[in-house]
């Protein structure tokens, strides 16, 4: 298998604030990670790919002035949630891309509950 | 663009039964992936299937690769309190590293 962390696991901010989630692949390295948002009793959306030493690639509809990525190195992406409304209350997850025998498994971070007051 | 159906949406089982849930494609896939989530958690890998026709055993699981390539089952056997969660089937394109994931299966367990 292989380990991803995110940090935090939760976090409460204020409406207009900022927040910054982690996500780190802990034993392998990843060039490409991903970002998801998941709405309650519902299945995962692709926010956007992220990929090390590039500008991430946002699907359709995700605002990526909103939804800072930076995946500055093989182990590291960042989402930043700027100028946060309560909205934007939700469930992030990230996977790491990992290569395996020529394919590829994603592997997904323990996720980070975001509420904005 | 690309869907996948999911199904059972839910099931609710007696501990000890089997289960089966499936998932189907409007397009061919080169990898089915099964993941299960738990309440608060990301979701974790369980099967990853590479080639149509694939059978794979996980522990009490087995998922198959379907030889159209349009579609995959999960099969859980002598069902445990600890299966309870969400097991998502999810599927990747060739040459593509984003997946494409089904709505989902709720299992709830009556010990």
């Known amino acids: 298998g292989a380990v991803v962390s995110q940090h935090p696991s939760r976090v409460i901010c204020k409406s207009g604030t900022s927040v910054k989630i982690e996500c780190r692949s802990l034993?392998?390295?990843?060039?490409?990670m991903f970002w998801y948002r998941q709405f309650p009793k519902k299945s995962l959306m692709l926010m956007a790919t992220?990929?090390?030493?590039?500008?991430?690639?946002?699907e359709q509809g995700v605002e990526k002035d909103k939804f800072l990525i930076n995946h500055a190195s093989l182990t590291l992406s960042t989402l930043t949630v700027t100028s946060a409304h309560p909205e934007d209350s939700s469930f992030y997850i990230c996977?790491?891309?990992?290569?395996?025998?020529?394919?590829?498994?994603?592997?997904f971070g323990p996720g980070t509950r975001l509420t904005v007051t | 663009g690309q869907q996948l159906n999911q199904s059972p949406q839910s099931m609710f089982i007696q501990e000890g039964e089997d289960v089966s849930m499936n998932c189907t494609s409007s397009s061919i896939f080169n990898t089915w992936l099964w993941y299960k989530q738990d309440p608060g958690e990301g979701p974790v890998l369980l099967i990853a299937l590479y080639k149509a026709g694939e059978l794979t055993s996980n522990g009490r699981l087995t998922a198959q690769f379907g030889i159209t390539r349009k579609d995959s089952f999960l099969n859980i056997s002598a069902s445990i309190p600890s299966d309870v969660g969400i097991y998502f089937c999810a599927g990747q394109s060739s040459g593509a590293q984003k997946l494409v994931f089904g709505q989902g299966t709720r299992l709830t367990i009556n010990p």
């Open positions: 034993d392998f390295q990843a060039t490409t």
């Open positions: 996977s790491a891309l990992k290569t395996s025998g020529g394919w590829y498994e994603q592997y």
């Open positions: 992220s990929n090390e030493g590039s500008k991430a690639t946002y």
